[in-house]
Nanobody, 125 residues
């Protein structure tokens, strides 16, 4: 099973930026679907970004235009560039993967087969 480790979280003021990373123990990017999720206290987990092996991306409306997902297959790393951060972006952020193409649909948490432990992002007003 692929091991995932997130990093890059922290505290930032509203309007600021952060870049999250997700390092994978192995990475056959052509065949992988990789996603970012977040969960705020008292709220349901939310799928926010996804990238397919062919580079196709999908974003939740809440982050579209502000967040960008990308991957570097040479470094076996998934990234989430987060700009124009808002206090309601405060959450624990998780990455997930499955050795299967996303297939054009936003895949839910339970569809994936490996998940990281998360990194905390706090945005203050």
């Amino acid at each position: 099973q692929v091991q995932l480790v997130e990093s890059g979280g922290g505290s930032v003021q509203a309007g600021g930026s952060l870049r999250l990373s997700c390092a994978a123990s192995e990475f056959t990017y052509i065949w992988n679907c990789m996603g970012w999720f977040r969960q705020a206290p008292g709220k349901e987990r939310e799928a926010i970004a996804q990238i397919d092996g062919d580079g196709r991306t999908h974003y939740a409306d809440s982050v579209d235009g502000r967040f960008t997902v990308s991957q570097d297959n040479t470094k076996r790393t998934l990234y989430l560039q987060m700009n124009s951060l808002r206090p309601d972006d405060t959450a624990t952020y998780y990455c997930a993967t499955r050795v299967l193409r996303c297939g054009g649909a936003q895949r839910p948490w339970e569809w994936y087969s490996s998940w990281g432990r998360g990194t905390q992002v706090t945005v203050s007003s």
